[in-house]
């Protein structure tokens, strides 16, 4: 993304920057988009699957250079890190943003949701997994996995 042509941002907004485009290993030039993007009163996220462990290493920390003054950052475990595939990570500056974000609930997966945790918290795996299949479109809401 290039700065100069960043308009002016109003009203609530995320600017999402690349920190190693997947496509083309690309990073933006973060210290100035993001200087922007603040003055304006927009979320910084940057979207870091393959480049955010550039930070890691001495030769290519030059390409994440002011990453850090970002709101939100989320990276890939399982491209770097060698762990199993959909490890997601996601980092936020603003834990009471993240848990305001994470507390909303919409009212069709509440019964769902709630039959999943309380299946869960006795323990009762057959009644847990056949709540979760039921409310597959609710995932996002359970903030733990069940076990297989």
């Keep these: 993304m290039r700065p100069d042509e960043l308009p002016q941002i ?14 083309t290993g ?3 030039p973060f210290v100035p988009l993001i200087e922007q993007a603040h003055r304006d009163g927009a979320w910084v996220h940057v979207d870091g699957a393959f480049g955010l462990w550039a930070k890691a290493t001495a030769s290519l920390r030059h390409l994440v250079e002011g ?6 950052w989320a990276t890939d475990a399982h491209k770097w890190l060698n762990v199993p595939y959909d490890s997601g990570l996601a980092f ?4 009471h943003a993240l848990k305001a ?23 009762n795996s057959r009644a847990a997994r056949a709540a979760w299949r039921s409310g597959r479109r609710c ?9 297989r």
């Design 10 to 23: 109003a009203g609530p907004s995320i600017v999402c920057l690349q920190a190693g485009n997947v496509n």
């Design 26 to 28: 690309a990073f933006d």
């Design 67 to 72: 990453v850090e003054a970002a709101d939100s």
């Design 92 to 95: 936020v500056r603003d834990a």
């Design 101 to 123: 974000a994470m507390a909303i609930h919409a009212e069709y997966c509440r019964s769902r949701v709630l039959s999943a945790i309380r299946a869960i918290s006795r323990r």
């Design 139 to 147: 995932r996002r809401s359970v903030v733990r996995e069940l076990p």
